[in-house]
């Protein structure tokens, strides 16, 4: 089992820039891929970035150039720093964490920290 908790959303000015991080806790070692997802009000929620164990991340076509994902192993932490923001932007980001459980992968979510973007 794993917890994630979540840090650095807040209020922002459109152009602006937030940086959140994730730390998990728990059976950390067992942790294969992390990632970053949002759900604004009315809408499902959605990735937004994500990075495996070796390295690999995918960002969604939305926020591509403007945010990236990042690890830090000595940390255990992972963070998104997200410039140029942009009211669209303005959501619950939800940190996740995939685990391989050996004969299945479990993911983990953490309670979401809220991004608003003023214009």
């Known amino acids: 089992q794993v917890q994630l908790v979540e840090s650095g959303g807040g209020l922002v000015q459109s152009g602006g820039s937030l940086r959140l991080s994730c730390a998990p806790s728990?059976?950390?070692?067992?942790?294969?891929?992390m990632g970053w997802y949002r759900q604004a009000p009315g809408k499902q929620r959605e990735l937004v970035a994500l990075?495996?164990?070796?390295?690999?991340?995918n960002y969604a076509d939305s926020v591509k150039g403007r945010f990236t994902i990042s690890r830090d192993n000595a940390e255990n932490t992972v963070s998104l720093q997200m410039t140029r923001l942009s009211p669209e932007d303005t959501a619950v980001y939800y940190c996740r964490a995939t685990l391989d459980m050996g004969t299945y992968y479990q993911d983990y979510w953490g309670q979401g920290t809220q991004v608003t973007v003023s214009s």
């Open positions: 728990g059976n950390i070692f067992s942790i294969v891929a």
């Open positions: 990075t495996s164990s070796g390295g690999s991340t």
